[in-house]
């Protein structure tokens, strides 16, 4: 395949800069893709195509994925790779291995960055929002991190508007790092959220967006067209489908291949094109299991979107809440 041209984007006000498809690990690398011979094969595909960003967390594959992707990013100068990794879901039964608090957030990097064998995270995410911990403690642990060297930047992740606004004001108040780039679920499928409470506040604070799911979890291929294939992530885990799925969906989903036909390209390659030139967005972070997807979705950087198709795609997928599955 001749592989099209990376693009490269600031996080929002910000010097490093990401490739604008990325690869993350949820469910896959250390989890549904054991092999890792396909984990390598994966990796160095991507990374021979441009992409720079790796993202994970602590909990996916509970620390397996952040073990096999960091054994082969390895293979790769440090500089070149913008690796990120988060915080919050409980990691264990015990009552403080989870949450954002300073003594889980310090100990939790400590372990990501063992686990992956770096000295320092690119991007340390707080994977949700924390009631229980008050945000001073958690910023002044991801401010005390960066002047430790062992995160860069910080961020969040689906944070609505009202909780980021809070954490910029205190971080500017105290003189801390703010976060510098969130992390929200976007697609066709689920717009609401981000487009109308979120992105108008990374706007005015200078935050970037690196969005995850851009195909609903491979929803949007129409792989789910007529039922779920076992090998497919909706035919392993019934979490996962039922989060997903709706046969609503489905319908929109088959109806998006005329659009996708009228391109002469897959229903990924249009959704992932759709997303990465949406505005606001740094990096569309993708998953794959197999080498064709990744060559699927890296296409996507060769579709250009005209003003029609975006019209009939806003009527296909409007951005309304009770469209989502949230
Ligand atoms: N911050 C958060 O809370 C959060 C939550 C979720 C994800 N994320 C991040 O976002 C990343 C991407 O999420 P995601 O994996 O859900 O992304 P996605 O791109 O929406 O779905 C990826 C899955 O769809 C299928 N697929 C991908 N490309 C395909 C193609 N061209 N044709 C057919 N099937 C294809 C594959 O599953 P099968 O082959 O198994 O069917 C693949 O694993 C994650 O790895 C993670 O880094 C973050």
Same mark, same amino acid.
């Given at each position: ?164 606004? $809070? ?27 981000? $487009? ?45 489908? /039922? ?48 080498? /064709? ?32 599955? /949230?």
């Amino acid at each position: 395949m001749q592989t099209p041209e990376m693009e490269y984007r600031p996080l929002g006000r910000c010097g490093m800069q990401v490739s604008v498809l990325s690869l993350g690990g949820w469910i896959t690398f250390g989890g549904t893709v054991a092999d890792a011979q396909m984990v390598r094969r994966l990796l160095h595909k991507a990374f021979d195509a441009g992409v720079n960003f790796f993202d994970m967390a602590d909990a996916y594959a509970e620390g397996n994925a952040e073990r096999v992707m960091g054994q082969v990013l390895r293979d790769f100068p440090r500089h070149r790779l913008v690796l990120s990794s988060k915080v919050f879901f409980p990691m264990s039964d015990d009552v403080n291995d989870r949450g954002l608090s300073r003594k889980h957030v310090m100990e939790s990097a400590e372990k990501s960055l063992g686990r992956m064998g770096t000295d320092y995270l690119d991007i340390y995410f707080c994977h949700r929002f924390d009631e229980n911990t008050p945000i001073e403690e958690t910023a002044r642990a991801m401010d005390d991190l960066i002047h430790q060297g062992k995160i860069l930047y910080w961020g969040t992740s689906e944070w609505t508007g009202t909780q980021l606004v $809070e954490m910029h004001d205190l971080c500017r108040e105290n003189n801390l790092y703010r976060p510098q780039v969130e992390q929200p679920q976007y697609n066709l499928l689920a717009r609401a959220k981000f $487009e109308q409470d979120v992105r108008p506040v990374l706007d005015a604070q200078g935050m970037g967006a690196v969005i995850w799911s851009p195909l609903a979890a491979g929803m949007l291929t129409g792989k789910y067209d007529e039922g779920f294939p076992p090998d497919s992530r909706f035919g392993r885990i019934k979490w996962i489908r /039922e989060w997903m799925y709706s046969e609503q969906r489905r319908d929109r989903v088959r109806a998006f291949k005329a659009h996708a036909d009228a391109f002469g390209c897959t229903r990924a390659r249009l959704a992932i094109a759709w997303a990465a030139r949406q505005p606001g967005v740094s990096s569309v972070i993708t998953g794959v299991t197999r080498p /064709e997807q990744l060559e699927d979705n890296l296409r996507a950087l060769t579709v250009e979107l005209d003003d029609d198709v975006r019209r009939k795609l806003d009527d296909l997928f409007p951005a309304k809440a009770e469209n989502e599955n /949230e």
